[in-house]
Structure formats: C-alpha cells, structure tokens
C-alpha cells in the first residue's frame, strides 16, 4: 500500500498529543491525552502506543498507509539511538523509547528534543518557510532553540546542540536549574522574571504587581505596558540578557532569519524592538543587516506539528 501518511506525537510532562498527516503537512485527525507521568515510564509508553492507534482510526487510516512517525520530547536525549537519558517531567531514564514504538507498528520512528522538532515545525510550514539557514527560540518556562544548517536540522555530536537557554550571560549571575550560574534561562525565561518580580515585591519595592496575588511573567509583562517603573526595569534588562543570547546565536550560526516562539514571544513589540535594538548594538552589520527576527508561526501547534515535520524530512 502506498505510504502517504505520518504521524507526529507531541510528549509532554501533562499532555500526550498526535496527529495524522498528509505528507504536505495538512492534517487529518488529532488526538490528546493526559499523559500521566506518575504512573511510571511503562505507562507513559502504554499511553503513547493507543494514542497512535487512536489517531489512525479517528483519520481512517492504516498502519501500512503511515510511512513514518516523528516524536518530540523533552531532552535531554539521544535521537541517533531514540533513548531519552532524562527529563525533570517525565518518568523515562535511559529508557529506550523508539524500539518498542517501532516493534508494535514495523513504522521508522524517530526521537528529536521538542525545540529541534518545533525548529522543523517552523522550517517546514511556518516562519522558516523558503530559508535554508534557521534559528529558532523558544522562550516560555525555560528557554531551549534548535537550528536548520543548509536545509537539515542540526544536532550536534551527542544531539543535545543549541542548549541556548544554559549558555553562560552573567558569571555571577543567579544559579539555573541546571546547577550552572548566570544562564539565559535563569535570567530572561518567563520563570526567571516571575522570580525576579517575586523577590523585589518580597523586598518591598513600591509596584503596580501589589495587586495581583499571583505575579507571573504575564503580569509583569501587562504592567510594564500600563507603565509601572519596577515591572518596565525587570522586563527591559530580561530582554537586554535575551537580546544578547540571540545576537551570540546570530554571530555564531550566521542565520536568514531567527523565529521566537514561546509564551514570552507573545507579549510582541516590546519583545522585538528591544530584541532588535540588542542585537543592532552587538552583531557584526553583514550580520545582522542579513537576518531577520521573526515570530513563529505555530505557537499553539507547534509541538505536535513539528513532529510531524520531523517524521515527513526524516523520512524523504
Ligand atoms: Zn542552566
């Protein structure tokens, strides 16, 4: 039977999602669960494994009509064996995720961390659209990016390349999840400013955020908006720290264009003109007079489209 189908799966720590594809992208049927990451690593595979079989019979489709089956997960991982090593959200370690996949359908499968997956998802049919050279960041709770290098998603000696969000900004700068200090993520992610907001207000400082009772990053980005001084100076200098991490990336991968996805990247304007300000200081002019910072254009979608991405470019 002619293989004219894939299946993208989105793995999340809360929520599974998978959809059925053409191999143009355009897709057929959905299907989300629960992901239930307390109830171990076999249940998590179990989980995954009637997802992809309800995905095939809400599309009407076939296991001999799905020609492969991209996955997106939290990393760390190693695609080239399709083991995930670890992850703070779920409960696989140096758990083999592929074989068992690939054992039950006979379909290639194929592992990618979700921001090189996403980086596909926006290469293949968003913002990426007609480059070849590609940058993507997603900043929301933390910060992680993937880049397309002539066309092919690149990975890196042990898959794990473009860890942006714990590259070293500030030496002596606040201690990351990662045990590092001064990371991109401990200083300009949607968690990092909620904390940094959370600390001053501890402190006393005089603020407009005194009326919330929970201050996330959603309320210190509307409040800078509205004027407020402390949350306008806690968002310029996260965007300064995240400005300077895209202008290394820049320097670095010499891209067309860099795509910010992200819930931080959804607050807009005040984003990218301080964004673009950073990196018009910083970068050589051939540089950054030769790419563009855009927003994604599959925010929502954007796990579960780019597994189906990576499962269509790792299958042609
Ligand atoms: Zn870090």
């Given amino acids: 039977m002619e293989k004219r189908y894939v299946i993208g799966v989105d793995l999340g720590g809360t929520k599974i999602s998978t959809a059925l594809a053409e191999l143009n992208g355009n897709i057929i049927s959905e299907y989300t669960i629960p992901t239930n990451a307390a109830g171990g690593e076999q249940e998590v595979l179990g989980r995954i494994l009637s997802a992809i079989e309800k995905v095939l019979a809400l599309g009407d489709k076939k296991v001999d009509e799905i020609k492969s089956i991209g996955i997106g997960s939290p990393g760390p991982l190693d695609s080239k064996k399709g083991i995930i090593l670890e992850t703070p959200n779920l409960p696989f370690e140096n758990f083999h995720l592929v074989k068992p996949i690939e054992e039950r359908f006979k379909i290639p499968t194929y592992l990618e961390n979700d921001a090189n997956a996403a ?8 913002a990426g659209k007609n480059t070849k050279n590609m940058v993507y960041i997603t900043v929301s709770t933390g910060i992680g990016a993937g880049a397309i290098v002539d066309g092919r998603i690149y990975r890196g000696n042990t898959c794990n390349a473009l860890e942006l969000g714990h590259t070293t900004i500030l030496p002596e700068g606040p201690r990351c999840n990662c045990g590092n200090y001064g990371c991109l993520e401990a200083l300009a992610s949607g968690t990092a400013i909620a904390r940094i907001a959370n600390e001053k207000l501890k402190a006393g400082a005089e603020s407009s955020l005194k009326s919330y009772e929970v201050v996330t990053s959603y309320e210190v980005f509307e409040e800078a908006r509205k004027g407020d001084k402390l949350s306008s100076d806690i968002i310029d200098k996260s965007l300064e720290y995240l400005g300077i991490g895209v202008s290394n990336i820049i320097t670095i991968m010499d891209p067309e264009i860099v795509v910010l996805g992200g819930g931080v990247s959804l607050a807009g304007e005040i984003v990218f003109d301080k964004v ?15 790419c563009r910072v855009v927003p994604a254009a599959l925010v929502k979608q954007s796990g579960v489209i780019g597994a189906v991405a990576l499962a269509i470019m790792e299958s042609q």
């Fill in 119 to 126: 980086a596909i998802g926006e290469f293949m049919f968003g």
């Fill in 276 to 290: 673009n300000k950073v990196i018009n200081k910083r970068c050589f002019k051939v540089l950054r007079e030769n």
